[in-house]
């Protein structure tokens, strides 16, 4: 019985910090959602309110008390999105898919539902796939985007890719320019920052295409793990006062050279990214 499965999830995550986000990261990993039963069991074992659970389960956007399948598609259908044609590309979306905003597909391959701003306004229409952002769609491009998905969305050509673009950034404190056109990632300048990790404390280089993960490090950072980011010239702290819509972990800011900041999460592995072209402030 699942709820007799909820005690060693809690014993996994017993005394951590945020433990009780760990334990419904692994539930819904588990069952791909979180059941009103398993929930009332994590509230009993655990020994907080079921006000609290269901607040934390209902915060974060990667958990769901539906179930869900194996693909999240987006759609922003958010003003600048809206007046750019995104109400006609979701509805393509679910003539292809043959559900509605909300629902599942009978094969439980994909998840639609709609959002009413993602930040990237300037790129309009945004659909975003398991947290790959697709910029400028058209109702022509939506066959691609879910046969794409299909065939697997990890597998970037960074190349030929319609989701990655390039971003150049400086530091949200001191504004110096934080791109490393010695050291390219992807074929572009890399993003140059100073991390520290334990009692690690080295250079970390980011890819600057928008969409992609590479990066390199100076030393191993375990998976998992969260980081703190400085900068490299002025050493401020690059953390912003948001949480990982994914993760909860805090993110890094920086500030887009064109216009705008892109966040990206401190925990090493999480995809969890925002970029706000039209943002301003912290
Ligand atoms: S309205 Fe679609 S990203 Fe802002």
Known sequence: MRTDEVQGFVDR???ERGGLISILEDMQARYGYLPADVLRAVAERTGQSLTDVYGVATFYKSFSLKPRGKHLCSVCVGTACHVRRAPMVAREVERRLGIRPGDTTADREFTLETVNCLGACALGPIVVVDGHYFSAVTTGKVKDI?????????????????????????????????????????GSPSIRVTVSFKRHHGWLRLSSLYGSYTLECEY???????????????????????GCPE????????????????????????????LDLNGSGF
């Open 13 to 15: 995550h017993v005394g």
């Open 146 to 186: 879910l046969e794409q998905t299909r065939a697997g969305l990890d597998r970037v050509d960074v190349k030929t890719d319609r989701r990655i673009f390039p971003v150049t950034v400086s530091c949200s404190r001191c504004n110096h320019s934080l791109m490393d056109a010695a050291h390219p990632i992807d």
């Open 247 to 274: 993760c909860g972990a805090p993110m890094v800011a920086m500030i887009v050279r064109a216009g705008g900041i892109v966040q990206v999460c401190s925990r090493r592995g999480c995809k969890g990214h925002m």
């Open 220 to 242: 191993e950072i375990p998976m998992d793990a969260v980081v703190d980011f400085f900068c490299p010239h002025c050493h401020a702290d690059l953390k912003s006062a948001a």
